[in-house]
Each structure stands twice: as structure tokens, then as C-alpha cells.
């Protein structure tokens, strides 16, 4: 936990993360030449999943009983399905609407959550405050509400049912991301490797996948690098990727079949399911495939802007796309033989094996933005209270944002293996993956219906017609995707339940958990009634104690009182929490205020973060926290309006914003001192004995001085000096050790939640002493039993 700056946490991959870099450095009003190098960016983590889908999108269309009875009215019914859902859906929804509803410039599913909690009361998120809604960035593009906004406002605000079945959505949109993070890798790679057997026809199927298993190991292996120190190929790789299919497109419509330009007629659509019927309404399973990766283009918009995204797929990526499409249609007008292998078919011979490589390449580059999306999306979950702790390791220095996430990592190694050997082909995969990528399509429909109400200001009539227009096409296609549950359609299901299990039963626990601290506190009047020496004896030193209220005493103190004769000359509580924006101000990150009267030494501090930033633990906090402390006393003994005893009960509430320490009273000296540092040297043979070699090493130590200047209030003076003696007396931490119990009575799925979910999820993630980068020696645990 740290006070210093944090940057942007990307979402994507290291392109992305690059790019938001840029996008920071450079400002919101970006020059034309910035927007194009954003757009360059882009197109190595925003479209390298959009850009493999030509891989499997016929492959899979015509998997089923969509048989050829007149070749070339049904290819060219397919291609218009594609050629309109690929206008629709990325083009239209995406590109014209979804991209305009940025949270302070920030795109994804909690992006347009946050945006509505802002505006409504929607929040389920514990410790919660008035004094969130200081931060700078939280009323940005907040607009007074009137009118129908204001009802649907304060019609989900009384409405408890509504605003849990609203999260559930949230939560199952971000389940379904997470699948795609074993799907995507899977039929990517597979669907690349699978072209080798139109060159080596005879290769049986399990070497195929043993070549896709390597890929992905290594893939997933080298997670643990960062992305950083080769980015910088994502986006020629796709390039050259989209300049390959595209003039491949061209060659094909030019030399089998020119006309096929007559499939932009949505008559073509209606003939298709005229014919086939049910065989039709069945393959468009395969065709929504065409889409997939489209949602990364509102995901990833933190990391560029919206010029740069609108102009990479506008300009480039969607008329390689189209292009691409035609050509294979074209191609299998007059080779209906060839489905199985039909983009790699009608790759001309002379450029197979290096659209081969290429092709491979970008299965990978487009793997590994999705797998990258996943960490930060966890990482997201985690600080929202709604995923259990795990380590985030930082991979760059450079970029802030960068993260890897090892549990995550290997988990998504192992269903991906497990999905690639279990279903040995990309049909049974596409059909998983058309079901996940269509449910978090809709998912952003339902949120983006809210906002056009609530933050647009717009009438109901427009929220409808795009719910309607919108949503039916992406309901078309859930439908045509659960007819094939049996066939590959379970997987995202299963994936999709167990993830958002997860989820629901760790922000329930840990919900229930914060009601009992909230409902236990320790009251004001019992911390008065002890007096200054708080009933015990006060030792020298600083105790920090760690909990989740906001405000009071949390119980965890009360118990220790009870326990042990003995507390801290100063207590400081402090909460760290997450705020509903993405990102909070450096200079707004903390809070800092006074429990009881000023004798008593006790502080509180808030630390909020952004639902985007990092969680970055450093060395210099409690240093940090000295300070701001220092210049908090001094902001007080400014208030002289404020009567004495006014101030000591007033201060029990009361919060002053501070960020990086620049006009404390104290003076931080800053000095560099040699320690030996011992070594063990192995000895060569079993008679020798180890040797300590000592090596000097630079060890930084800070000190604090309370500087004599007249200015300085003799009162003021001692409570610093007090501060000061503290601080060199040492620093303790003090966590609550939380054992979770269910009530009795209780409904037996609450006793399951609670007493066996919960409990084993709390007992393997990462426990808060880690996660706070507490150091071990100074730590101080206090068990407690809460029944909720």
C-alpha cells in the first residue's frame, strides 16, 4: 500500500499498455499524428483476436447440416450474414455508441457499472462514503438528473433485488470474459496448427494438437517475462497478417468468382433461412464467430482513445476483414469440397507456408491480448470485493500496469490444454466460444440501455430502439449458440458458473463480514469513557491497525483492550479501499483524521483506490504516513474558528484530502549508512566449512526532526515530538485474523456458502498480510470469530 503515484493498470497487452502510456504523456487533446501512432498500437492488442477469426468462421458455419444443395446461393447467404453482423455489431454498436460511453476515458463492462453507480445509488460495495464523491474524477461527465432519468434513479435505488440482480449481470459478462481467456488461446492456435494437414494431408489429428499443446505451454509460460520487450511486434505481426488475407481476398474474388460482391443484399439472408430453415437458424452458431474479439474494442479503450481505436478498425482493420471474407466465399463457391480447410485451400500455393507462419503468429498475438485482459480483469474483480485475493506480480519498471498473476496464469493453462485435447477440433470449441462471446455482447446491450436513460439524459424511446435493435440480433445468435449446448455450448456455461460461484461467494462473505465489523464497533463513547490512557498502558511506538470501517473502532481493537494490558502511544486505523472511478488522484489518495480528543493520539487514515489502479506496496509508507499525520496536525491548529471542544468531537468525523507530504512541519533527513550484509559461500568438498564473507551494503535510514522556529505552536510542538519518539520507537501491525462463521439457525445454502465455500476460498488465496506487503517481524494478528 503506497501514497505515491500510481499509473494507469492496463488491461491488455504490453501494445496497449504502450499505448496508454502514450495516450497519458500526451494528453486528451492528442494531435492527429498521436492518434495515428495510437491507432499503429492498437491494432496489435485491440484486433488480434477480431483478425484470426477468418481461421474458423466457415470452418464452423458449415460443421452442421448446412449442405451445399445450391453452392453458390449458400455461400453467399453465409457471407452477407457475416458482411451484416460484422457492419452491426463491431461497426454501428461498437464503434458509433459503446465507444462514446467512457468513464473518464476508461471502456469495458465495470467501466459502464462504475458510470452508472456514480449516477445512481447502485453500489453493493462496502465502505462506501460521502467524501468519494470529492474525488475529481468522480462527477466527470456526471450531469444533473431530470425527468425520466430521475425515476429510473430512484426506482432502482429502492429496489435492493434490482440493483443485486444488477451486479449478477456485471458479474456474469466478467465471467464470461474469463472464459474467453481459455477459449480464445484454444481455437486460435488449433485453427493456425490445423492448416499444416492441408500440406501434410496424412499427419493424424493427435500430432496436430500436440503441436497446439506446445504452443500454448510455452505461450502460458513465458507470462512470467511481461509482454514489454516484445510488443513492439504485436502490431506488425498483425499488419502483415491483415495485408496477407486481404490480398488473398482480392486474388480469389478476382479469379474465382467477382460476383460474389452481390452478397451485400440482406435478400441473400432471407433466402438462406427460407431454404434451410432450422439447418440455417443453427449455423449462424458459426457465423457469429465473425464478431468475436469485437468487445476488446471498448475494453482496451483506456489504453488509446477513441480516434485512434475508430480509425484503425474504420480505416484498415474492417475493409481487410470484408475483403478476406469475400475472398474465401468466393473461393468456395466453386470448391464446396474443400469446408474443412477452406481458408487455408484457398491460399495460393506459392504463399502458403509463410501465411502459415504469419497466421500462427497472430493466433498467438491475439492469445496472449486476451490472456493479459484476464489478469487485469481479475485484478479489477479483486479490488472490487467480488474475487479472492491473488498475488499480482509488477513486469515492468517502465510501464505501470504490467501484470501478471500466477495463479490465474496456470489455471488458464491447464482448462485450455484440457479444452484443446478433450475437443481435438475447433468446431466443438466454436460453438463454446460463439455462446460466450455473444453473452458478453448482451450483457454490454442491457448496461448500455441504463446509461442512455440515466447518463445521456436521452428519453426511453431511444434506450429502447437500441436495446431492441441490438440486443434481438445478439439474442438471435444466443439462441442459435444453446441449441448446440450438448455440442461444445456447456463449456463457457461451466466455466462462465464456476467463476461467477466464485464471485458471489466471496462478495457475500465478505459483505456479511463487513456488516458484522459495522454492526460491532466500538462506540465513541466507549473510547471516552476509557480516558487518554484508554484503560491500559501505553507503550512507545506507532500501532497501525488494519480494518475495513470507514469509521468508528472496529471490533478487533476492543478485543485486543480485552486481551492484552497494553497499546501503542499512537493508533492510527487505517482502511484500504476502492472507489467507484477508475483511477483516484495521486494528490487525493488519502484521508486523514482525528478519533476522540487530541490527548488520546488516535488517527485514522483512508487509502482509496481507483477500480483500474495499482495496489503497489512500498517501503516509504509509514514514513509517508508520519508526514501527512504532521501536516494533518497542522491544518488543524490552522482552524481557530473552531472552538476546542467543538474541534475533538468534530475531528471523530472529519477528513482532510493529502497526498504526497510536501508542507509538513517535520523535517524527513534521509542518510546512507554501510551494514555488512553476510553471505554464505558453499564449501568445494564435504571437510571445508562454510565461510561468511561480509560485503558493505547501502542501507537507507530516515530520521525525523521537529525543526525549532517560533512559528510552531508549543502544543502542536509536543504532540510532533511525541509523533517523533513513536515513529523511532517502532512500527507495528495489527490485522484482524478472521474466522467466518454462519448463524444458527440458517438455511442449509447458507451454511454452505459460509462454512464451507467461503472458508475454503478465504484459506487458499492470499492472505492480507501479504497482500499489504506487511513485513512479517512487525506483524500482530488478532483472532476473532464472526458469526453473520
Not at 434 to 453: E, N, S
Not at 487 to 493: R, T
Not at 745 to 752: N, S, T
Request: proline share 4%; net charge positive; glycine share 8%.
Amino acid at each position: 500500500m503506497d501514497i505515491e503515484e500510481a499509473a494507469a493498470a492496463a488491461a491488455g497487452g504490453g501494445g496497449g499498455r504502450a499505448g496508454g502510456a502514450v495516450r497519458q504523456r500526451c494528453g486528451k487533446k492528442a494531435s492527429y499524428a498521436t492518434a495515428l501512432a495510437l491507432a499503429y498500437q492498437s491494432l496489435g492488442v485491440v484486433y488480434g483476436d477480431l483478425s484470426t477469426s477468418p481461421l474458423y468462421v466457415y470452418k464452423s458455419t458449415f460443421s452442421g447440416d448446412l449442405a451445399l444443395r445450391e453452392q453458390e446461393d449458400e455461400v453467399l447467404g453465409v457471407l452477407s450474414f457475416i458482411l451484416w453482423t460484422f457492419t452491426l455489431i463491431p461497426l454501428c454498436k461498437y464503434v458509433f455508441f459503446v465507444l462514446t460511453a467512457d468513464d473518464n476515458g476508461e471502456g469495458g463492462t465495470f467501466a459502464l457499472y462504475s458510470l452508472l453507480c456514480r449516477h445512481a445509488n447502485l453500489s453493493l460495495l462496502p465502505n462506501q462514503q460521502a467524501l468519494d464523491e470529492q474525488v475529481s474524477t468522480y462527477h466527470a461527465g456526471v450531469a444533473r438528473q431530470s425527468g425520466l432519468s430521475y425515476w429510473v434513479k430512484a426506482f432502482l435505488e429502492k429496489r435492493h433485488k434490482f440493483r443485486v440482480g444488477l451486479l449478477l449481470v456485471v458479474l456474469l459478462g466478467t465471467s464470461m470474459v474469463i472464459g474467453d481467456g481459455v477459449l480464445t488461446p484454444a481455437i486460435s492456435v488449433l485453427s493456425a496448427v490445423q492448416g499444416i494437414k492441408v500440406k501434410v494431408p496424412n499427419l493424424q489429428e493427435r500430432y496436430v494438437v500436440i503441436i497446439a499443446c506446445v504452443i500454448l505451454v510455452a505461450l502460458f509460460a513465458l507470462q512470467h517475462f511481461g509482454t514489454r520487450n516484445v510488443a513492439f511486434l504485436f502490431a506488425p505481426i498483425v499488419i502483415a497478417w491483415l495485408i496477407c488475407i486481404s490480398s488473398i481476398g482480392v486474388y480469389n474474388i478476382i479469379h474465382w468468382n467477382p460476383k460474389v460482391f452481390r452478397a451485400i443484399s440482406p435478400v441473400y439472408m432471407y433466402n438462406l433461412l427460407k431454404k434451410s430453415k432450422k439447418v440455417g437458424w443453427e449455423s449462424l452458431g458459426g457465423i457469429v464467430l465473425c464478431i468475436t474479439g469485437a468487445e476488446a474494442m471498448f475494453a482496451d479503450l483506456g489504453h488509446f482513445s477513441q480516434s485512434s481505436i475508430k480509425i484503425a478498425f474504420t480505416g484498415f482493420v474492417y475493409p481487410c476483414l470484408v475483403l478476406a471474407y469475400m475472398g474465401e466465399a468466393a473461393y468456395l463457391c466453386k470448391h464446396p469440397h474443400d469446408l474443412h480447410r477452406s481458408f487455408y485451400r484457398s491460399v495460393p500455393e506459392a504463399v502458403f507456408w509463410p501465411v502459415f507462419i504469419v497466421a500462427t503468429l497472430a493466433a498467438v498475438v491475439g492469445s496472449q491480448a486476451v490472456i493479459s485482459a484476464t489478469f487485469s480483469i481479475v485484478n479489477q474483480c479483486s479490488a472490487l470485493s467480488c474475487f479472492p485475493r491473488v498475488k499480482v506480480v509488477h513486469t515492468s519498471n517502465q510501464i505501470y500496469g504490467q501484470i501478471y498473476i500466477p495463479e490465474v496464469n496456470w489455471i488458464l493453462m491447464c482448462l485450455c490444454l484440457t479444452v484443446t485435447i478433450g475437443f481435438k477440433d475447433t468446431n466443438m470449441i466454436g460453438h463454446a466460444y460463439g455462446l460466450a462471446v455473444t453473452t458478453v455482447m448482451f450483457v454490454t446491450t442491457c448496461l448500455m440501455a441504463l446509461v442512455i436513460i440515466m447518463v445521456w439524459q436521452r428519453n426511453i424511446f431511444a434506450a429502447g430502439a437500441f436495446f431492441i435493435f441490438f440486443g434481438s440480433i445478439e439474442l438471435l445468435y444466443i439462441s442459435a449458440c444453446l441449441i448446440k449446448v450438448l455440442e461444445g455450448g456447456w463449456v463457457p456455461l461451466a466455466l462462465s458458473s464456476i467463476v461467477m460461484a466464485i464471485m458471489c461467494i466471496w462478495h457475500y462473505g465478505t459483505s456479511k463480514k463487513y456488516e458484522f465489523d459495522l454492526q460491532n464497533k466500538v462506540s465513541m463513547e466507549t473510547i471516552l469513557s476509557l480516558g487518554p490512557g484508554l484503560g491500559i498502558v501505553r507503550v512507545p511506538g506507532i500501532g497501525l491497525i488494519y480494518t475495513e470501517l470507514v469509521t468508528g473502532v472496529p471490533a478487533i481493537f476492543g478485543h485486543f483492550v480485552a486481551n492484552l494490558p497494553a497499546f501503542h502511544k499512537v493508533l492510527v486505523f487505517i482502511c484500504i479501499k476502492s472507489v467507484h472511478v477508475p483511477y483516484v488522484p495521486i494528490e487525493e489518495r488519502c484521508l486523514i483524521g482525528r478519533i476522540g480528543p487530541k490527548e488520546y493520539r488516535m488517527f485514522r487514515c483512508i487509502v482509496r483506490y481507483g477500480y483500474k489502479d495499482i495496489h503497489h506496496e512500498n517501503n516509504d509508507f509509514e514514513n509517508h504516513l508520519v508526514m501527512n499525520i504532521a501536516e494533518f496536525m497542522k491544518r488543524e491548529s490552522e482552524e481557530d474558528n473552531v472552538s476546542h471542544n467543538a474541534r475533538n468531537h468534530e475531528f471523530c468525523d472529519r477528513m482532510s484530502v493529502f497526498g504526497t507530504p510536501s508542507k509538513s512541519l517535520m523535517k524527513m533527513v534521509v542518510s546512507e549508512d554501510q551494514e555488512g550484509d553476510g553471505h554464505l559461500s558453499y564449501p568445494r568438498s564435504p571437510m571445508e566449512e562454510p565461510v561468511v564473507s561480509v560485503v558493505p551494503k547501502r542501507k537507507k535510514k530516515v530520521r525525523f526532526e521537529v525543526p525549532v522556529s517560533p512559528e510552531i505552536d508549543s502544543g502542536i510542538r509536543k504532540e510532533l515530538m511525541e509523533l517523533v519518539e513513536a515513529k523511532d520507537a517502532g512500527v507495528a501491525y495489527i490485522l484482524g485474523h478472521s474466522y467466518v462463521k454462519a448463524k444458527r439457525p440458517c438455511f442449509i445454502l447458507k451454511k454452505f456458502a459460509i462454512d464451507f465455500a467461503y472458508t475454503f476460498l478465504k484459506k487458499n488465496c492470499r492472505g492480507p498480510s501479504i497482500s499489504l506487503g506487511i513485513p512479517h517481524i512487525s506483524l500482530i494478528e488478532v483472532g476473532m470469530i464472526y458469526y453473520v
